[in-house]
Nanobody
Framework: QVQLVESGGGLVQAGDSLRLSCAAS????????VGWFRQAPGKEREFVAA????????DYADPVKGRFSISKNNAKNTVYLQMNSLKPEDTAVYYC?????????????????WGQGTQVTVSS
C-alpha cells in the first residue's frame, strides 16, 4: 500500500507561484509513476502532469506546459509540482496519484493510489 499526502495549496494572486508536495509513505516510489490531477468546481478531474520515477520521463497537459514543472526527491520519497504564472483558471483541488510501473498515463483510471487533495485558489 502507498499512502499519499498532498500539501502546499493556498490562496494566491494571478501571476504568483506555488509548489505542491506529494509525500508518499508505505512504500518507496521507485518503480512507480506519479501523476498530478486537478478538479475545478463543476468540472471533471483532469490530468495535469506526470513523472516516471525510474525512467525520469515527464508529461504535461497543454494548459500548464511551460508554467508547471514536476520533479521528485528520492530521499524524501516526494513528488513536487512547481506552479508558476498561476491563472484564475488554475483554481482547483489538486490530487496526486501513483501507479506501479514506469509508465505514466493521462487517464485517472490507471492510478491506484490517491491523496486527499489540496486546494489551490488563484484570484484575479
Amino acid at each position: 500500500q502507498v499512502q499519499l499526502v498532498e500539501s502546499g495549496g493556498g490562496l494566491v494572486q494571478a501571476g504568483d507561484s506555488l509548489r505542491l508536495s506529494c509525500a508518499a509513505s508505505g512504500r518507496a516510489l521507485s518503480g512507480y509513476a506519479v501523476g498530478w490531477f486537478r478538479q475545478a468546481p463543476g468540472k471533471e478531474r483532469e490530468f495535469v502532469a506526470a513523472i516516471s520515477w525510474s525512467v525520469l520521463s515527464t508529461d504535461y497537459a497543454d494548459p500548464v506546459k511551460g508554467r508547471f514543472s514536476i520533479s521528485k526527491n528520492n530521499a524524501k520519497n516526494t513528488v513536487y509540482l512547481q506552479m508558476n504564472s498561476l491563472k484564475p483558471e488554475d483554481t482547483a483541488v489538486y490530487y496526486c496519484a501513483a501507479r506501479g510501473g514506469s509508465t505514466w498515463y493521462r487517464g485517472e483510471y490507471a492510478y491506484r493510489y490517491w491523496g486527499q487533495g489540496t486546494q489551490v485558489t488563484v484570484s484575479s
